[in-house]
């Protein structure tokens, strides 16, 4: 439970306002207040962002199975439609897999199967659904998930649509303590613990994991849990992020594979990236082993006992806890390259960029492309893609 307490006085009037205990000029709606003027809750959704992130598959039901497991029917024979196991497994990603390190879960998927004599062709996966799925479907007031009862209980038709001609796909948890995004084949079933964004370029994943980026998301998201941890969501956090000019989501990433903006900021994210695996998972501690069958992202397994003991401690939760100096310094070149995206490198090196500088260029830079919208679309529809 979270309480927010908030006196009016009529004797009071004209005094100074406070918040938190010290004096403000203005006390937003959302309880904040600064000393630059821009309120954050007037801040516009922008066309370009749409239909880009999206939230994670909702399974509804255990039709998530361990790795073990999965790995058993991966090598049996291949069904009587002619097709393998492989056709409706996948690795399952969820936040815990971002912050922590992968469980390795899977996931029946039967997208696409649409009906019982369809589905049970995949023999094996279907007699799981069928004896730990359906009964606690048949309880469920949803007319579709009643009667699908052996499919998601979301399709994510418009995830799955967008992450299509992608390679791959960024994917973060929806709460946690750090905003971290994580770059994942698209192959994976993302979880609804994560928030999925179609987009496969470096520069995208760059920007995402800015200060700019963070310091935004921070601010226009919720709280969650005991631990009071932000939570990501595709309309209010991602859909409302003002993106360098040029480097728009509703962009293709070729098309701006030129412009030394997006140039520099792929190479920062890439190190930041590189750094960061080396350090979670070690040539000298790991090994990787392919799949029992092809298409699927490597195993990372331990050499022995005691590298799974340290590689316990290997998450990026811990790694952000500590942050040594080289992933400050990975950061900060990433900071960089998108502050010179915006054209705000000069300030960034000369230390001007304070948090509510950073917020209140954001919000100027969100509300001018809102009003150019509403005027180049004063029907309010909204043309993301």
């Known amino acids: 439970m979270r309480v927010s307490l908030v ?30 003027g821009f309120d954050l809750t007037k801040a516009s959704q922008l066309a370009p962002n749409v239909a880009t992130c999206f939230e994670g598959f909702r399974k509804y039901g255990p039709l998530d199975i361990s790795g073990e497991l999965a790995r058993e029917w991966l090598k049996l024979p291949q069904n009587v439609n002619g097709l393998p196991n492989a056709e409706v497994l ?7 897999d971002i912050a922590i390190r992968p469980m390795d879960v899977w996931v029946i998927d039967f997208f696409g199967y649409d009906s019982t ?8 996966p279907f007699q799981h659904a069928l ?20 499919q998601f209980g979301r399709s994510g038709s418009s995830l799955r649509t967008a992450i299509e001609p992608l390679s791959r796909m960024i994917v973060t948890a929806r709460v946690s303590k750090y905003r971290l995004f994580s770059r ?15 987009r496969d370029d470096d520069t995208t ?53 030129d412009d030394p903006r997006a140039i520099k900021i792929a ?10 695996e080396n350090w979670l998972n070690p040539a000298d501690l790991v090994d990787r082993v392919p799949e029992v069958v092809p298409g699927y992202p490597d195993r990372i397994l331990p050499k022995d006992d005691d590298a799974a003991k340290e590689l316990k401690k290997r998450t990026l939760t811990n790694l952000y806890n500590a942050r040594p100096a080289w992933l400050d310094h990975a950061h900060k070149a990433l900071d960089e390259a998108v502050a010179e995206a915006y054209g705000w490198g000069d300030d960034y090196r000369a230390g001007l960029l304070t948090e509510d500088e950073i917020l209140s260029r954001l919000f100027k830079l969100n509300q001018e492309r809102a009003k150019a919208e509403a005027k180049a679309n004063p029907k309010g529809k909204k043309n993301g893609k």
């Open 7 to 36: 006196s009016f006085s009529i004797e009071n009037q004209g005094e100074a306002k406070r918040l938190d205990g010290r004096k403000v000029e203005k006390i937003h709606s959302d309880l904040t207040a600064n000393t630059l």
């Open 90 to 96: 996948f690795p399952y990603v969820g936040g815990r």
């Open 117 to 124: 004599e369809t589905a049970s062709l995949f023999e094996t």
């Open 131 to 150: 004896e730990n799925v359906k009964l606690y479907r048949d309880g469920v007031r949803d007319k579709q998930r009643r009667e699908k009862w052996w």
């Open 184 to 198: 994942q084949p698209k192959g994976v079933r993302p979880s609804d613990a994560t928030n999925a964004i179609a």
């Open 205 to 257: 994943f760059g920007i995402l994991h800015s200060s700019f980026h963070e310091l935004w998301a921070l601010r226009m998201g919720t709280f969650l849990g005991v631990g009071n941890d932000p939570r990501y969501t595709p309309s209010t956090t991602f859909e409302t992020f003002p993106f360098p000019e040029g480097l728009t989501p509703n962009i293709p990433a070729a098309n701006y594979a």
């Open 267 to 276: 190479a920062a994210a890439a190190r930041l990236n590189e750094l960061r």
